[in-house]
């Protein structure tokens, strides 16, 4: 067998660690490359995800708080409003600290300081381990006497009879008795049903 020279060896040598090189160049492009529906696709993953992250409207947490004609202390007062008072965003994105709202009593529009309320989201969450979406929930008077406890966790009155109609009553019952159940199924079942809804 004929002895290879060192040049030979070089070449040879050479020529498998281009082979190599050559191979995985080819494997890391094929790799990155993404292809455009892929990109596409994450790109609208992406926005819809933005989207559903968005606050859509706001709760007075301050005991006042005062809508401005522009985003900036120095604007014209155009309405007060009161904590606990509902604003919906006109704009999610807000200039600053500042955010353009419209109070949902008086559908008076202005822009309204981030530090005297709390962004609510109300767009349900994409994540399966999210709880759901809570109802809302209407403000009873004080419970005296006999209640029971709602699917919402919340102490409810009895049924009760009464000549005039009693605060925080939702429905009139066959039987004369007056209803404060917040949800209309099962309404009244133990008194002839419902006669009037309130």
């Keep these: 067998m004929k002895k290879e020279t060192p040049m030979q060896i070089f070449f040879n040598y050479s020529g498998f660690l281009l082979t190599i090189f050559s191979l995985i160049s080819s494997v890391g492009a094929s790799t990155n490359q993404v292809s455009p529906g892929q990109s596409t696709r994450a790109g609208t993953l992406s926005v819809s995800t933005q989207d559903q992250q968005k606050p859509v409207a706001a709760i007075v947490k301050a005991q006042r708080a005062n809508l401005r004609d522009r985003p900036s202390k120095s604007g014209s007062v155009v309405r007060t409003v009161n904590k606990g008072d509902l604003l919906s965003l006109v704009e999610a994105t807000p200039i600053g600290p500042w955010y353009r709202v419209r109070d949902s009593k008086s ?9 005297t ?4 989201q109300t ?10 979406p809570q109802r809302p929930r209407r403000t009873l008077p004080p419970v005296s006497g006999k209640s029971y406890v709602n699917v919402d ?3 409810v009155p009895s049924p009760v009879f009464s000549e005039t109609k ?3 009553a939702t429905a009139r019952c066959r039987d004369g008795s007056y209803s404060f159940s917040q949800h209309r199924r099962g309404t009244c079942s133990y008194h ?5 809804w309130f």
């Design 107 to 115: 559908d008076s529009e202005g822009w309204v300081h981030g530090n």
């Design 117 to 120: 309320i709390s962004l609510l």
């Design 123 to 132: 767009t349900e969450s994409t994540s399966t381990n999210a709880p759901p």
């Design 153 to 155: 966790g919340v102490r």
């Design 166 to 168: 009693p605060a925080g």
């Design 192 to 196: 002839g049903g419902v006669a009037e």
